[in-house]
């Protein structure tokens, strides 16, 4: 099939390899305009585009779609269908209804649940046992389309979004090949409408909720920790200075309950195996952080390297 591909960061890339890799014809990929990135703040590609180029495809990037000019270059690809992932811009109705077969979204939670900026992170904040992703139709409100079909995670303790990110990415792709064969063959996709009363929202991620808060149980800190790696990363006050936590479970080692009712909460209780730290309930292993201007490490040589011991304390800003 003649199909535009609407994408932009690593979660897009998949899609757009599997979708040529199985022979249809991508007529023009859309992608957001190169971007100022690293310290020189020098123009970037998105990944979408490296590859798409690396495929000699036609690439657009324009600021918005709402421009008729843009409009009209879209609709002379005269293609089948439109494949959205993680495109990053809004698409009006009008580009909406131009692809013959329609425009379908690859959407990275188990719809109608997680509609919205940051489903990967609020599934694990919330304590899911599972996530997923979800071939949807594209419709003007927010992932409020019906759904094509779907592909299911469970959530383990030691997942992080950026695991569960490649996963879905690799999953999504999957699923849009296989829907694209159907479409091909049939000219029709079966589609579920979404439940609207079970309908939940992912809000964009603030950086304030980076901040550690010891008061809280182990299980929920660890959630914030691996919800927030790779971004903006869950942090702390070590000694004065801002500390990257990059990952960390609740600890499963019975701590004599005489030790867990003398310790503040943030307070390092030992550091064998890991980080230890007392939290508001249950206790917290570190395993991998980061010192300001440092490298990420394990926590074994962060140890070391900072003479870390017991009776540290990890604390929030306002406790500086």
Not at 68 to 82: G, Y
Not at 214 to 222: D, F, H, M, N
């Amino acid at each position: 099939m003649k199909i535009i591909f609407a994408g932009t960061p690593e979660f897009a890339v998949p899609a757009l390899a599997a979708l040529i890799a199985a022979g249809h014809e991508i007529v023009m990929v859309l992608t957001q305009p190169d971007r100022p990135a690293g310290r020189g703040m020098k123009l970037k590609a998105s990944p979408v585009k490296v590859l798409a180029e690396q495929h000699q495809l036609f690439v657009f990037q324009p600021e918005t779609l709402k421009d008729e000019a843009v409009q009209a270059r879209i609709e002379q690809t005269n293609a089948d269908a439109m494949i959205v992932a993680a495109y990053g811009l809004i698409i009006p109705t009008v580009v909406l209804n131009m692809p013959k077969h329609g425009c379908y979204n690859i959407h990275a939670s188990l719809l109608p649940r997680w509609r919205g900026a940051a489903p990967i992170h609020r599934s694990i904040l919330a304590g899911d046992t599972e996530t997923g992703v979800t071939i949807m139709e594209v419709v003007p409100a927010l992932d409020a389309g019906a759904m094509v079909s779907k592909g299911v995670v469970p959530i383990t303790e030691a997942d992080t979004t950026q695991g569960l990110h490649d996963a879905l990415a690799t999953i999504g792709a999957g699923l849009m090949v296989e829907a694209m064969h159907v479409l091909a063959e049939t000219g029709h996709l079966a589609s579920t409408p979404q439940d609207e009363a079970l309908v939940t929202y992912a809000h964009k991620l603030e950086k304030a909720e980076s901040a550690i808060g010891w008061r809280k149980s182990a299980t929920e800190i660890s959630r914030q920790v691996r919800a927030f790696n790779p971004f903006p990363v869950a942090q702390s006050f070590l000694r004065g200075e801002v500390c990257r936590i990059w990952m960390a479970t609740a600890a499963s080692e019975i701590i004599s309950e005489d030790i867990l009712r003398s310790a503040t909460p943030g307070e390092v209780l030992g550091v064998h195996d890991g980080v230890l730290v007392a939290c508001g309930e249950g206790v917290l292993r570190i395993t991998e952080l980061q010192a300001p201007g440092g490298k990420r490490l394990s926590a074994q040589v962060f140890i070391q390297g900072h003479a870390l011991k017991a009776g540290d304390r990890f604390t929030a800003a306002s406790e500086g």
